[in-house]
């Protein structure tokens, strides 16, 4: 969400947050992505997720879009329409997502020449290679942040991880059932780790 405040300020922020959705947005995690909504402009998200949409984008990514707000009419890049003849250009020629959410610029484009191949983020990025096998939830973010640690408690682990302790207590639970994950009681705190043989696994996915 940092994009949407900071990209108000650097056109290409906002044209880089869109090329990405549209090659990676089957990598994210809608209900984290909802969580974050008040800490940036839901309504400019709102506009790149349906303009990353239209240019093959994930659909789900539109679940996102209900929890969003309308702007009231706004310049997009307000630094660059301190003239009252830009103003009118941004206003005539707002790019149709943009103008839909109540902001106005020509254009929102994607960078094509400044991304990665899948192959490379996903050898880069450990996380996005486990939301890629497990899916975009909870259980690829929990196991992600189980690989970093050889004993933690749940509270601690969904802290870490982002979500709240429901989710991921009864994410747990599957995984110790399933003997994917150990656990041990340590005074009234049950710490749990991954099985050595599935995080050698899961260190070594092939993506």
Same mark, same amino acid.
């Given at each position: 969400?940092?994009?949407?405040?900071?990209?108000?300020?650097?056109?290409?922020?906002?044209?880089?947050?869109?090329?990405?959705?549209?090659?990676?947005?089957?990598? =994210? &995690?809608?209900?984290?992505?909802?969580?974050?909504?008040?800490?940036?402009?839901?309504?400019?998200?709102?506009?790149?997720?349906?303009?990353?949409?239209?240019?093959g984008?994930?659909? %789900?990514l539109?679940?996102?879009?209900?929890? &969003?707000?309308?702007?009231?009419?706004?310049?997009?890049?307000?630094? *660059? &329409?301190?003239?009252?003849?830009?103003?009118?250009?941004?206003?005539?020629?707002?790019?149709?997502?943009?103008? %839909?959410?109540?902001?106005?610029?020509?254009?929102?484009?994607?960078?094509?020449?400044?991304?990665?191949?899948?192959?490379? =983020?996903?050898?880069?990025?450990?996380?996005?290679? +486990?939301?890629?096998?497990? !899916?975009?939830?909870?259980?690829?973010? @929990?196991?992600?942040? *189980? +690989?970093?640690?050889?004993? @933690?408690?749940?509270?601690? *682990?969904?802290?870490?991880? !982002?979500?709240?302790?429901?989710?991921?207590?009864?994410?747990?639970?599957? *995984?110790i059932?399933?003997? @994917?994950?150990?656990?041990?009681?340590?005074?009234?705190?049950?710490? @749990?780790?991954?099985?050595?043989?599935? %995080?050698?696994?899961?260190?070594?996915?092939?993506?």
């Amino acid at each position: 969400m940092e994009t949407t405040t900071e990209g108000r300020s650097n056109p290409r922020l906002i044209s880089a947050m869109a090329t990405w959705l549209v090659h990676y947005g089957d990598l =994210v &995690c809608t209900k984290r992505l909802l969580s974050f909504l008040p800490k940036g402009n839901s309504g400019i998200l709102a506009a790149v997720i349906e303009y990353a949409i239209s240019k093959g984008a994930d659909p %789900k990514l539109a679940i996102v879009l209900k929890k &969003c707000k309308k702007a009231n009419g706004e310049f997009l890049y307000p630094h *660059l &329409c301190k003239y009252k003849v830009v103003q009118e250009y941004q206003i005539e020629n707002a790019e149709p997502h943009l103008k %839909k959410w109540g902001y106005f610029a020509s254009e929102i484009g994607t960078k094509e020449d400044a991304m990665h191949t899948r192959d490379y =983020v996903l050898e880069e990025n450990q996380n996005l290679a +486990l939301r890629a096998v497990f !899916g975009p939830g909870a259980r690829a973010d @929990i196991l992600f942040k *189980l +690989l970093g640690n050889e004993e @933690i408690s749940i509270r601690q *682990l969904a802290a870490a991880a !982002g979500y709240s302790y429901e989710p991921v207590y009864s994410e747990i639970k599957r *995984l110790i059932l399933n003997k @994917i994950v150990l656990s041990r009681a340590e005074g009234r705190k049950l710490l @749990i780790s991954l099985g050595q043989p599935f %995080k050698g696994f899961l260190a070594h996915i092939p993506v």
